[in-house]
């Protein structure tokens, strides 16, 4: 690497990424320029990389992706070290910044901005449309990061963007100490949201997955559900006297997965989504009418991401148990491969840029 330019995984096109040498982004007045230490990868990424969302994420190649991402400060624009941003502070990052002047912004739910897509008005969504961390140094928007405990490593820290999206997404869901709960799905969202609802004081955790995930469900805490060994909602049924649980957090993402959902859910429930599925999905809305049923859809981590750091240092979450695989920058294709298609019992599939 040259004093100018840096290595990064650049998507030229769908299904078309190389390692290359890149610029090293310059920076405006409130943003940081941050050396990133490891950055993992993200359900969300190989669909972006299989040009999935065509003109949305990204509007336009070349794009570096990647945005679940730790780091150091190596250099702070002017309005930033007013607010008190120092160089060689470690940090991690989250995707979303807001243009901070939008009503939605102004109500703090930044990731629904009403100038989503427009970085001539502030708005920024690293790695999706903006670019990302995929590479040895990002530009960041002092909005979009939080100092991270002298104690917490940068792998654990790069886990805080998805980490603070399942707490936002158990908060949304009502949960309250003694609840039932039913996570829908054994992915790192999933499994997340098992740790999260433990520490918040949830009753009976159950959790609906497969193989190797579902077992590590099991090592958390969760009772385990096969959804490949019988019907999911006559278990949950089974296993709460046939109330069904009291919150359900969707992270299955798939029609049938949504649709046990909306069955397995009390009466006075709520189901709390973070799963995105592929396409609209077709729901029982007599039930949810019928018995007041709370379906909420949630983006993101609005105002979630410190609350997370915390959760984890204080109560002494092993976030690290995750992480099952870990590669420098120019063995990425192998580390793609590996998330992509869960080789080796993988779950969380780290990076380390400068290694």
């Known amino acids: 690497m040259s004093e100018q330019t840096m290595k990064a995984i650049r998507l030229n096109a769908p299904n078309d990424f190389e390692y290359c040498d890149v610029p090293i982004p310059e920076i405006n007045s409130h943003e940081v320029l941050a050396r990133v230490e490891t950055v993992a990868i993200c359900g969300t990424d190989p669909h972006i990389f299989a040009g999935e ?4 994420w990204p509007k336009s190649f070349p ?15 002017d309005v930033a070290r007013s607010l008190g941003w120092r160089e060689g502070e470690r940090v991690c990052g989250i995707s979303h910044v807001g243009c901070g002047y939008c009503s939605m912004c102004m109500q703090g739910r930044y990731t629904l901005c009403l100038n989503y897509g427009h970085e001539e008005k502030g708005h920024r969504q690293y790695g999706h449309y903006s670019q990302g961390a995929y590479a040895q140094y990002i530009a960041a928007s002092v909005k979009s990061i939080a100092r991270i405990p002298d104690g917490m490593s940068f792998d654990v820290a790069a886990c805080m963007d998805p980490f603070s999206i399942a707490l936002h997404a ?8 003694g609840d039932s709960v039913l996570v829908n799905g054994t992915g790192a969202q999933g499994l997340m949201s098992i740790m999260i609802v433990r520490a918040m004081g949830a009753g009976k955790v159950l959790a609906s997955g497969s193989g190797f995930r579902l077992q590590v469900a099991e090592r958390l805490g969760a009772t385990p559900i096969d959804y490949k060994a019988g019907d999911v909602v006559e278990r949950v049924k089974a296993l709460t006297e046939g109330m069904g649980v009291k919150r359900v957090i969707e992270c299955s993402g798939t029609p049938e997965g949504v649709r046990q959902a909306c069955e397995a859910v009390a009466k ?88």
């Open 53 to 56: 969302f065509p003109g949305f």
């Open 63 to 77: 794009l570096i992706p990647g945005h679940e991402w730790a780091g150091t400060i190596v250099k702070v624009g």
């Open 170 to 177: 158990v908060m949304r869901s009502d949960l309250e100490p």
């Open 268 to 355: 006075g429930g709520t189901i709390s989504m973070v799963s995105l599925p592929s396409k609209d999905v077709d729901i029982p809305i007599r039930r949810l009418v019928l018995d007041e049923i709370d379906l909420k859809g949630n983006r993101a981590n609005p105002n979630t991401l410190e609350p997370a750091i915390a959760m984890v240092q204080e109560n002494n979450i092993d976030l690290a148990r995750l992480i099952t695989h870990s590669f420098p920058l120019s063995k990425f294709a192998e580390a793609f491969d590996i998330f992509v298609h869960r080789k080796d019992n993988s779950l969380k599939v780290v990076v380390k840029p400068n290694d």
